[in-house]
């Protein structure tokens, strides 16, 4: 089993930044894929980015140019920094992991809002 914690959610003004941090415990060892998703209640929840074990990522268009995703082997983190939020960047920011034998593992989420 892998454990995903978050933290780094809050309240920010339009065109400020935030920087997620997820860190996995357990069978870290199994996973081969990290990331975010969000999700507004009544809503799927949509892809925000991914990295793999090899580093290549996934940015979602509608982030691209604003959000980059990292991570930490060493730590076993994933980073997801937010700049120039907008308002409609508010949402609830679920971690990921991806195990071997296609498991997936989820965080418990975050709460990120834009307002001013």
């Known amino acids: 089993q892998v454990q995903l914690v978050e933290s780094g959610g809050g309240l920010v003004q339009p065109g400020g930044s935030l920087t997620l941090s997820c860190t996995a415990s357990?069978?870290?060892?199994?996973?081969?894929?990290m990331g975010w998703y969000r999700q507004v209640p009544g809503n799927e929840r949509e892809l925000v980015a991914r990295?793999?074990?090899?580093?290549?990522?996934t940015i979602a268009d509608s982030v691209k140019g604003r959000f980059t995703i990292s991570r930490d082997g060493a730590k076993n983190t994933v980073y997801l920094q937010m700049n120039n939020l907008k308002p409609e960047d508010t949402d609830v920011y679920y971690c990921?992991?991806?195990?071997?034998?296609?498991?997936?593992?989820w965080g418990q989420g975050t709460q990120v809002t834009v307002s001013s």
């Open positions: 990921n992991a991806v195990s071997y034998g296609a498991i997936q593992s």
């Open positions: 357990g069978r870290v060892f199994q996973i081969y894929d």
């Open positions: 990295i793999n074990i090899g580093g290549s990522t």
